[in-house]
């Protein structure tokens, strides 16, 4: 249980086009979800929070209109990284709070992690 | 801010050794976890830790929370290649749905 998908795992596209990323709960809602950013030999950036049916709350620095998050449904978000730059090539990843509604045995604050979409923009 | 330094940053070591990673901050938290990634993938969740002073033992790893809730140690015994990966301790604040991840901790097990 609690499996996290992204999709896709890998994208090239050149710089000025819009990509989008989709991260989906499988096996169970969730409410919240979370995107980070990994740079090469890095730990985890948290880029934005994402709540189902509310605007993304974003961290310090980050542009909320260049990564554009929806949030449409309870397995469903989506992140849109508009305008892409070279700059913008990273490892893109996101996770789902799984609220335990009735799943016995897991934890309110767990996080439960996509494997990951690697972006490269020429 | 919320800060969590993770040493050593980097570990090689021959199969069959014991090492321990360090997971330490100035603020308390109320869970911890431990998380494993390697190249290209997700972190896995490793173990949650909850209450200071907990030890958890997953196989050959061993899981401790500091008394005070600011502090973690993770260590292995008798290393295998293929725990070969990046280690990640995120800890949780009551209340706060984030985590806040620490710097990281890239071991390599060699044959």
């Known amino acids: 249980g609690a499996v996290v998908s992204q999709h896709p795992s890998r994208v090239i596209c050149k710089s000025g086009t819009s990509v989008k990323i989709e991260c989906r709960s499988l096996?169970?809602?969730?409410?919240?979800m979370f995107w980070y950013r990994q740079f090469p030999k890095q730990s985890l950036m948290l880029m934005a929070t994402?709540?189902?049916?509310?605007?993304?709350?974003?961290e310090q620095g980050v542009e909320k209109d260049k990564f554009l998050i929806n949030h449409a449904s309870l397995t469903l978000s989506t992140l849109t990284v508009t305008s892409a730059h070279p700059e913008d090539s990273s490892f893109y990843i996101c996770s789902a709070n799984d609220r335990g509604r009735g799943h016995i045995g897991r934890s309110l604050e767990t996080q439960y992690f996509g494997p990951g979409t690697r972006l490269l923009v020429l | 801010t919320q800060l969590l330094e993770q040493s050593p940053q980097f570990l090689s070591i021959q199969e069959g050794e014991n090492l321990t990673v360090y997971c330490n901050s100035s603020?308390?938290?109320?869970?911890l976890q431990w998380y494993r990634q390697e190249p290209g993938e997700g972190p896995v969740l490793l173990v949650t830790v909850v209450t200071g002073g907990e030890v958890k033992k997953l196989k050959r790893l061993t899981f401790q929370f500091g008394d005070a809730r600011k502090d973690s140690s993770l260590h292995i015994t008798a290393a295998q290649p293929g725990d070969t990966g990046l280690y990640l301790c995120?800890?949780?604040?009551?209340?706060?749905?984030?985590?806040?991840f620490g710097t990281g901790t890239r071991l390599l097990v060699s044959p």
């Open positions: 096996d169970f809602q969730a409410t919240t």
């Open positions: 995120a800890g949780a604040s009551t209340g706060f749905q984030k985590l806040v």
């Open positions: 603020s308390v938290f109320s869970s």
């Open positions: 994402s709540n189902e049916g509310s605007k993304a709350t974003y």
